[in-house]
Structures are given as structure tokens and as C-alpha cells.
């Protein structure tokens, strides 16, 4: 999510380690990943609400938190438990859902400090009448690059008007997700469809911020009409022969990832994920304990960005609300798997 310059090498080297092995995908769709999870944590006791957007984190006389106060309607319900966990970010939890009194604790305060918004993105989404091998499409990424200078181009990019930026995309990463779904074909015989995502700087927006979603006026659909026709042109590159077999075509901009997933600024990994980032201090200081008892941090801007890392946050604040070292289980559970499957 940075510019080679700003990037860790030892994460990036990490990351594509990863990819020349092959990446994974799952079978279904990304919405497998919840429609799997739920169930367990239900069994557990516990339970998922939808369309219950949390207002605030509520702190008991001892400025300990002790539930969450939802929107259910036009109503706020208080959802009172022994330990809050948040994955709404570090910008979302400290300067949204807790009140001031908490916010000013020092070090809360030395966190944010030490953490920047990582830069907006854009979105399209692309439906296709045709089959992967009807249209020529790969279970493959592609990152499209107008240039070998990578810090350079995206620099340029980011610092020019709105206007000349949606002109001149210097990245994209397309992939095809249905191509990677070996269910796909069963579910949606003779359809596909593509993803392509580049960043886009809040700023270019931030002036439809206040507007209702798809209600933001005809120059703010003219400005994101004219970024995906730029992007839409190096796909068709890629994959000619889709040209003429869209039938459904949708971009995202900052202000989209802003009101579907609250991103702050319209972010796709959270917080700048930079070296700066990385240092041993910002790690230090930035853990799943926050100063306010009973209160957890978890997802990416725990770790790092991405899928893989909002994991990695995940176990690492498990670990601290049950402290026990959720990793050495882990190690364990895949021996005694292994273990199993040879017996087999």
C-alpha cells in the first residue's frame, strides 16, 4: 500500500514468498470466509449483528469500557460486555467511539501520533456476459504499471489535480475473481466478472463527503466516470475481448470504502503501513492493550495490512485477552494434524 521507497523490504520479500508458492482463494467467494465463521462464533455463545452500527464505546464510572452502544433503527441499544474488542481501526476507535475524556489519555495520544491514514482507493467492478475461456480470463493478478519509476510516477500521480489524475493512472491491479472460484462456472454458468483497484486521494472528493450516497450530483459522476474509462482502457488491453460483453460496470471512490466500510479517508489497509510504521517503537507502542482497561485493538492497523495481517491481529490480540501465546497453539494444532493426515 506504499511506494517502493517507504515499503519494508523484509515485508515485501515476505509477501511475495507468499505469491511465488501460489496464492489462495475461497471456494464461494470472499463471503464464505463470514458465512463460515458466524456459525462458530455462535456456537461459542456469541452473536453477529448486521445493521447495527456502533455509535460508541461505553466506559463505566471507573473509565473501564464495559459494552458498546448500537444503532438499531432510529434507537441506540447498549450492548454491555467484560471485554471490547475493536477492529474498527485506530483513527475509528480512539477519535470516533470513545468519548474525549479517554481520547486525551496520553497514550492513546502517542499512538496516533505515531499513525498516518494510508491513502484512499478506488474501485471497479466489472460484470461480463461470458465464460473465463469465452473471454480469456486468468485466475491471475496483474499489477499494470505506466512506468519503471515506481516511486515517481505515483508521486506525480498523487500530487496533481483530480482532473489530471483520472487522465493518468499510473497503477492498477486487475484480477478476476470468478475465474479463481473453481464453483463459479456451477453457480453462474456462462457470467464473470473482474476487479481492478488503484489509490485515489481523498482530497479529490472530500467535497461530496457530506452528500448522500448516490446522491452526490452529476460532477461527482462525471469525475469517477471519467477514472474508470481511463482504467476501463488498459483492461481492455489486458483482456480484449470483454469490450463488448459488460453488463454491469461500478466504480468506488474513497468517499464509497468511506460509507460501506467506514474508512476514515476512504482507505483500503488501514493505517500507512510505511517503515515508519515497522520501527521497533511504533510496534512497541501500538498493541492490542489499549490505556483503557478492558478495551482491545485488533485487525490490520494492529498488524499489517491486508487479509493475512488483519489475521495476524487477530491472533496477537487473542493472545493478549487470554494470555496465552495463541501462536505456540497454533504450532501445536499443526503437528497434531499432520500427525493425523500420515496416519491416514
Known sequence: GVVPSKASFSMHSILVNHFLCGAWYPKGGAGEIAFHTIPVIRKAGGNVLGKAPVQRILLDSQGKACGVSVKKGQDLVNVFAPVIISDAGIFNTYERLLPAEARALPEIQSQLRMATHGEGGFTVFVGLNGSREELGLEPTNYFIYAGDDLDEIMNRYLASSREEAAKN?????????????????????????????????????????????????????????????????????????????????????PLTNQHYIASPRGEIYGIDHSIARLQAEAIAT???????????????????????????????????????????????????????????
Not at 314 to 331: F, H, M, P, Q, W
Request: proline fraction near 4%.
Open 286 to 344: 501500538v498493541r492490542a492493550q489499549t490505556a483503557v482497561p478492558n478495551l482491545y485493538l485488533t485487525g490490520q492497523d494492529l498488524c499489517l495490512g491486508g487479509f493475512v495481517g488483519a489475521l495476524q491481529g487477530a491472533l496477537i490480540c487473542g493472545s493478549a485477552v487470554l494470555k496465552r501465546n495463541l501462536y505456540v497453539d497454533v504450532a501445536r494444532l499443526k503437528k497434531r494434524t499432520q500427525a493425523t493426515d500420515s496416519k491416514k
Open 169 to 253: 493512472i499510473p497503477l492498477l491491479f486487475v484480477t478476476c475473481p470468478s475465474a479463481k472460484d473453481p464453483t463459479w462456472e456451477t453457480r453462474h454458468p456462462g457470467k464473470s466478472t473482474l476487479a481492478i483497484v488503484t489509490f485515489a486521494k481523498y482530497e479529490w472528493f472530500e467535497e461530496w463527503k457530506d452528500k448522500q450516497v448516490n446522491k452526490r450530483g452529476d460532477d461527482y459522476e462525471e469525475l469517477k466516470k471519467t477514472f474508470v474509462d481511463t482504467i476501463m482502457q488498459a483492461v481492455f488491453k489486458l483482456y480484449p475481448r470483454i469490450e463488448d460483453r459488460i453488463e454491469y460496470i461500478s466504480g468506488g471512490t
